[in-house]
């Protein structure tokens, strides 16, 4: 079946910077509060107009130098603006790091952060695991399908930092894209293989 896109693409970046060394690593991660609006690109709206948004509520002071092991909130969504009902996907990259946890004999190449995704209205649909020089990419859908001017509930838990004993200094972030698609006479696996091939061809 060909699957209708209403294509909301947008974008928002936490910064994350950390200098890590020693037995306990610390992590610096500073971001204003960030509400970044998208215009629509095939079907829905046309001239210009929103028909969308990805938010994001963050406190960079809960994220300031956090050790090994703690975690910070960041809430992300997507807002629809659309008359009509939608599936909702969120593709998260995070940046490698060069890391060796406590107990581990020598550093590897590991994601710099751990996402902690609620797995009651979230569903990982695929991951890559990404490079020294690429991120790991996450694309997420949201369980239920998004209602019509209305938002999804909110993607992580928690992000949290692995027990590092010892890594390379990160200075990245941490992007995330809000992609939907009309959810009207498409299956979700449909839909999931458009937004597959949307952000991993």
Not at 46 to 73: C, H, M, Q, W, Y
């Amino acid at each position: 079946m060909k699957v209708r896109n209403i294509t909301l693409i947008a974008a928002l970046t936490t910064a994350l910077a950390a200098g890590i060394s020693g037995a306990y690593a610390y992590y610096s991660a500073k971001t204003d509060t960030v509400t970044n609006t998208y215009n629509i690109v095939a079907g829905g709206g046309s001239n210009g107009e929103t028909v969308g948004k990805v938010e994001e509520i963050f406190n960079p002071e809960d994220a300031k130098d956090l050790t090994p092991r703690s975690s910070f909130t960041k809430d992300v969504k997507i807002t629809s603006k659309l008359d009509y009902n939608s599936y909702a996907y969120l593709l998260v990259n995070v940046p490698n790091i060069n890391a060796r946890l406590k107990d581990e004999s020598a550093k590897s190449l590991r994601e710099s952060v751990n996402l902690n995704f609620d797995t009651a209205k979230w569903s990982l649909v695929k991951k890559t695991d990404g490079s020294d020089t690429d991120p790991a990419k996450y694309l997420y859908r949201c369980n239920s399908e998004l209602a019509a001017k209305s938002s999804t509930p909110s993607l992580f838990t928690t992000v949290s930092v692995p027990d590092y004993a010892e890594s390379d200094g990160i200075s990245g972030s941490i992007d995330v894209v809000g992609y939907m698609i009309s959810s009207v006479g498409v299956n979700k696996d449909d839909a999931d293989q458009d937004a597959i091939a949307k952000f991993f061809s």
